[in-house]
């Protein structure tokens, strides 16, 4: 069926900021008496919908107040710092804004959200913006997409995720919705299962229309 709404990932879909989540988890972790993790393992388990983050992460069953306001503090200071849109992404915003509408669905909060895609010039191509934040549960679960099919006013076969891990994976089957994976963010994938390129991505989009 042709789509009418693309909703994007932003970490590890639009936006490479792996740095500044590393330095943002270790600094948290630093500052409770914890070492810091090496970026590629951080990485890799972030986007896991298997693990409680909180445990992985911090050594703790839930995340704490005092976890929450560190993470909020240096990310607030540094989330435009060392970003930058994986290659291509501009130019595919560009190219499918004309023929759909489109938004955003992030773990990160809202707020950091708008600021980074302001930061890099791209908030122009987006409707609406949601992050985990705005709703009960983040991803894998599909409040985020469904409470932006109901703002929007899009049915859900209308529509499409595009992300870079199974937690985008699941909530787009929770919501029914179809979904496209992408490999050159945070999660690797079987080469069957995944598109590697934006350009490959473009022409799925465009073919959608």
């Not at 704490?64 to 970003?83: M, P, R, V």
């Not at 609406?128 to 932006?148: E, S, Y």
């Not at 992408?182 to 350009?199: I, K, L, P």
Request: aromatic letters at 8%; glycine letters at 4%.
């Amino acid at each position: 069926m042709q789509k009418e709404l693309i909703i994007f990932d932003m970490d590890g879909t639009l936006i490479d900021s792996g740095n500044v989540i590393t330095n943002t988890i270790n600094y948290v972790r630093n500052n409770i008496g914890l070492t810091s993790i090496p970026k590629e393992d951080m990485l890799h388990q972030l986007n896991n919908p298997d693990i409680i983050a909180a445990e992985y992460f911090y050594g703790t069953s839930a995340f704490t107040d005092e976890q929450t306001k560190l993470f909020g503090e240096y990310y607030d200071k540094n989330c435009i710092s060392d970003i930058v849109l994986y290659d291509g992404i501009k130019e595919m915003l560009e190219t499918v804004d004309v023929n759909f509408r489109l938004s955003i669905a992030t773990n990160a909060s809202v707020e950091f959200a708008k600021k980074m895609v302001r930061h890099l010039n791209i908030d122009n191509h987006f409707e609406f913006i949601i992050g985990a934040n705005c709703v009960d549960n983040p991803k894998p679960h599909p409040d985020m997409l469904l409470k932006t099919l109901k703002e929007l006013e899009v049915k859900n076969d209308r529509s499409i995720l595009i992300g870079d891990s199974h937690k985008d994976l699941r909530a787009a089957k929770s919501a029914n919705m179809d979904n496209i994976l992408v490999n050159w963010g945070f999660t690797d994938h079987s080469e069957d299962e995944a598109v590697h390129c934006v350009e490959q991505l473009t022409s799925q989009l465009l073919d959608l229309g």
